[in-house]
């Protein structure tokens, strides 16, 4: 090599190592090399700035002090780039933060082994979770929604229960008032007995007030109305627990949850709102195994698919109202469908239901979301499907299946007629 070439070759070097220089600097992320110890063999700018530590106080070091148990998962790669997510690297005063990699695993050079680029995650954790919360309170809205629409059928449902029970008050007032008199007329007779005077007209007067009064029929009434109050005060708290359960915004917790029980609980909620204008048919497998599920979601989305069916109905009425609502456990999980008379889905429009804001509801009467949340929850929360198909002698039939993940297996349950009804 001439003295010309050899110098031309270390200007090429140095304007290589320079340039390197220069994008280890510019780099946003960090980037480490290490030895194949895992000791750390070099760092650049933004890695010290985050790590809170200089080249010094870096150099040499494990990679397990700023991130630990990484060299274990390095030492378990094969060579070749790796990408390792989910982790948090610790600043030298203790702080962490989320960060994922991007490595390569293979010699470097004489010394390095392994080059990591470490991306700091923060932001889009803390976007992750704003946009959860505003999921969330999207989906609290849409309970709220709904049970807005629900709350005067509800009310409806509450004050017959609390007028009867006000008029058997008023009635066992009137009663122990009359069995009070009865007492006093008793209490007469007794003084007079116990004085020694005639008491033939005080016994008298006990027999005409008792038969005035139907006394014999009238404890067994008191009875019956206490046992009606009661009934009553039953049907209330379980209303009261009903809204509550629906109300509650749930957690982002799965739980074993059982869909038959699911189903009951939207019937009892719409009985009001379907009233005079469908009937509901419940065909539930009694031996459908519990499914791992976020309750409150699913039970909104069935609640809403509920409420379309009724209005569906109430807008064509057909001479045939009914409701039918289907589970089944299948090999690949759990599925439920909601079946209705009504005015059904034109052919042009099956494509489209499921997209957001498209509604076939009159300007102020729906968004046109509650479809696609619906789609979205079954399918991204659950791992599922949400379907329109075709079922005899329906107009429309919505599909829900869950997968049959950890599914867990339920014991017999009979069906409530009672709610069903």
């Known amino acids: 090599m001439t003295d010309n070439e050899l110098i031309e070759t270390k200007a090429a070097l140095k304007a290589s190592q320079s340039l390197l220089s220069g994008i280890m600097s510019a780099s946003p992320d960090m980037i480490i090399t290490c030895y194949e110890n895992c000791n750390i063999h070099g760092a ?29 998962a390095l030492k378990e790669r094969a060579d070749g780039p790796f990408d390792l997510e989910n982790l948090r690297a610790s600043r030298i005063d203790g702080f962490s933060f989320p960060v994922e990699i991007r490595g390569f695993k293979g010699p470097v050079n004489e010394d390095v082994r392994y080059v990591l680029f470490f991306h700091d995650t923060s932001r889009r954790e803390a976007a992750d979770a704003k946009r959860k ?3 969330q309170q999207v989906d609290e809205a849409r309970r709220l929604e709904a049970i807005g629409a629900l709350s005067a059928g509800i009310a409806h449902e509450i004050n017959t229960p609390i007028q009867f029970i006000g008029d058997n008050l008023d009635y066992l007032e009137e009663a122990l008032a009359l069995i009070h008199g009865s007492y006093k007329r008793y209490d007469a007779l007794r003084v ?12 008298c007067a006990v027999e005409e007030f008792n ?18 109050s009661r009934e009553g005060i039953s049907q209330v708290r379980d209303i009261v627990l009903l809204m509550k359960e629906f109300a509650h915004p749930g957690t982002d917790e799965k739980d074993e949850v059982d869909l038959n029980a699911i189903v009951k609980n939207v019937v009892a909620i719409c009985r009001n709102r379907r009233k005079h204008i469908a009937e509901i048919e419940l065909k539930l497998d009694a031996d459908l195994p519990r499914v791992p599920c976020r309750k409150g979601q699913v039970q909104q989305v069935i609640l809403n698919l509920v409420l379309n069916a009724i209005d569906a109905i109430d807008e064509a009425k057909p001479e045939r109202r009914t409701i ?57 929360g659950h791992g599922g ?10 107009a429309t039939t919505f599909h829900i299946e869950l997968p049959q993940t950890n599914i867990l297996k339920s014991t017999r349950q009979e069906p409530n007629d009672d709610i069903a009804a």
Request: glycine share 8%; charged share 25%; hydrophobic share 40%.
């Open 44 to 72: 650049n700018i933004t890695a010290e700035t985050q790590l809170h530590a200089n080249e010094r106080m870096l150099v040499g070091r494990s990679i397990d002090d700023f991130l630990p148990g990484l060299s274990a």
């Open 192 to 203: 007079a007995i116990t004085a020694g005077a005639s008491y033939e007209e005080a016994i």
């Open 324 to 380: 039918e609502i289907e589970s089944r456990a299948n090999e690949s999980g759990v599925s439920v469908s909601i079946s209705d008379t009504g005015c059904g889905v034109p052919q042009a429009l099956v494509e489209k239901i499921f997209d957001p804001f498209f509604t076939t509801k009159p300007v102020g009467k729906g968004t046109g979301q509650g479809l696609a949340l619906a789609k979205d929850c079954i399918v991204k």
């Open 133 to 135: 919360k505003m999921q």
């Open 385 to 394: 499907k949400l379907s329109l198909i075709d079922k005899e002698d329906f």
């Open 211 to 228: 038969e005035k009064i139907s006394l014999t029929n009238l404890v067994p009434e008191v009875i019956s109305a206490l046992s009606e």
